[in-house]
């Protein structure tokens, strides 16, 4: 069974550093696009990053461009999300998700619809 595992969240600082990780079991991790969402109380999920299958192409929603920085470690099964500079409108619920990589189409892989598989999620408050 494909399943992700989130963790790494917490309590930071504005302006602090967070290293959420999602590990994965059950498949191939370095066949499939792996995504970071989040979802702040009261609104829906949305797309914050997401990398390819060999690590070579990573995309960023426009919020946390040049903050944060997604990576992978197929030989861990892991994914990597650094937070940096944080500031409290970060503060969500952090989920990641994974697809079997199809076709490379960016649009495809910030939307929720396009991933199979879900973790649970892991809190991330962002407060002084």
């Known amino acids: 069974e494909v399943q992700l595992v989130e963790s790494g969240g917490g309590l930071a600082q504005p302006g602090g550093s967070l290293r959420l990780s999602c590990a994965a079991s059950?498949?191939?991790?370095?066949?499939?696009?792996v995504a970071w969402f989040r979802q702040a109380p009261g609104k829906e999920r949305r797309w914050v990053s997401f990398?390819?299958?060999?690590?070579?192409?990573?995309y960023y929603s426009d919020s946390v461009k040049g903050r944060f920085t997604i990576s992978r470690d197929n030989d861990k099964s892991t994914v990597y999300l650094e937070m940096n500079s944080l500031k409290p409108e970060d503060t969500a619920v952090y989920y990641c998700?994974?697809?079997?990589?199809?076709?490379?189409?960016?649009?495809?892989?910030?939307?929720?619809?396009?991933?199979?598989?879900w973790g649970q999620g892991t809190l991330v408050t962002v407060s002084s």
């Open positions: 998700a994974t697809v079997k990589s199809t076709r490379f189409i960016p649009s495809y892989y910030q939307r929720k619809s396009s991933y199979n598989y």
């Open positions: 059950g498949f191939t991790l370095d066949t499939y696009t």
């Open positions: 990398i390819n299958g060999s690590g070579g192409s990573r």
